[in-house]
C-alpha cells in the first residue's frame, strides 16, 4: 500500500466528494418539497390523485438509479431540455429520493393517533388545517430519522452519476486508477470517504433527535447500527 501516493491524492478526491455532497443535499431538499407535497395528497386527496401518486412511488422505488440517470440524460434532450451534467445529476437523483420520501410522509402522517385529527375537526378546524397544524408538526419529528437514512442511501446512490462522466467521488476515483492502475489505494480511500460521509450523517441526525427534536434514538431502527 503506497501510503504517499494516497495522501498525495486526497485533495483530489476532497473536491469529488464535494461534488457528491452538493448533488445529494441539492436532490433530497427538492425531493422532500414533492415528497411532502405527494405525500400529503396520498394520504388526504381524492382516489384519483392517491392512484397517481402511488403509481408514481411503484416507478420511483421499483427502477434502478442507474436506469434513471440513463432516461435523464438521454431523454431529456430529446425533449429540448438540454442541461449540464450536474443539473441532469440533480433531475435524476430528485425523481430517485422523492418516491422514498413520499412513502416517509405517508407512514408518518398515518402514524399520529387519529384521535388528534378527530380533535382538531371538533374545535372547528378544517381537515387541511388539521393537517397543517396538528398533523404535520408531529410527523416532521418522526420523519428525521427515514429522512437521513434516505440520505445515506442518497449519497451512496449518487456514484452511479459516474454513468454521465460527473466528476462526483466514485468517477474521480475511477479516473485516478485509469491513470496510476493502483487499484487498492484509490478505492481504499473512496470507500472510506463514503463511511465517513454517511457516519457523520448518522452521528449528526442521532444529536438532532437527542437535543432538538428530542425524541429519542430509536425513530427510525434502522440507523441504530450506525449510531
Not at 481504499?188 to 432538538?212: I, P
Request: include cysteine; hydrophobic fraction near 55%; charge should be positive.
Amino acid at each position: 500500500m503506497d501510503i504517499s501516493f494516497m495522501i498525495e491524492i486526497v485533495p483530489r478526491l476532497l473536491r469529488a466528494t464535494w461534488v457528491t455532497l452538493q448533488v445529494s443535499a441539492i436532490s433530497l431538499m427538492i425531493g422532500l418539497v414533492f415528497g411532502i407535497v405527494l405525500g400529503v395528497l396520498r394520504v388526504y386527496g381524492n382516489r384519483f390523485i392517491v392512484w397517481c401518486t402511488k403509481g408514481f412511488v411503484i416507478v420511483a422505488r421499483g427502477t434502478p438509479a442507474a436506469i434513471q440517470i440513463y432516461a435523464a440524460f438521454f431523454l431529456l434532450p430529446r425533449l429540448g431540455i438540454r442541461l449540464p451534467l450536474f443539473a441532469v445529476g440533480v433531475v435524476a437523483l430528485t425523481f430517485n429520493t422523492s418516491g422514498y420520501q413520499v412513502e416517509i410522509v405517508r407512514a408518518a402522517l398515518e402514524s399520529i393517533d387519529k384521535g388528534q385529527i378527530e380533535a382538531g375537526l371538533a374545535i372547528g378546524l378544517t381537515r387541511w388545517k388539521t393537517m397543517l397544524y396538528i398533523t404535520l408538526p408531529q410527523a416532521v419529528k418522526r420523519m428525521m430519522g427515514p429522512m437521513t437514512n434516505e440520505f445515506a442511501n442518497l449519497i451512496k446512490a449518487s456514484s452511479a452519476l459516474m454513468l454521465i462522466s460527473l466528476y462526483e467521488l466514485t468517477k474521480s476515483g475511477h479516473a485516478i486508477i485509469a491513470a496510476t492502475f493502483k487499484y487498492a489505494e484509490v478505492l481504499v480511500l473512496v470507500a472510506l470517504f463514503y463511511f465517513v460521509l454517511v457516519q457523520s450523517l448518522c452521528k449528526l441526525s442521532a444529536y438532532l433527535e437527542n437535543n432538538v427534536f428530542n425524541f429519542g434514538k430509536t425513530a427510525d431502527p434502522r440507523n441504530e447500527f450506525l449510531n
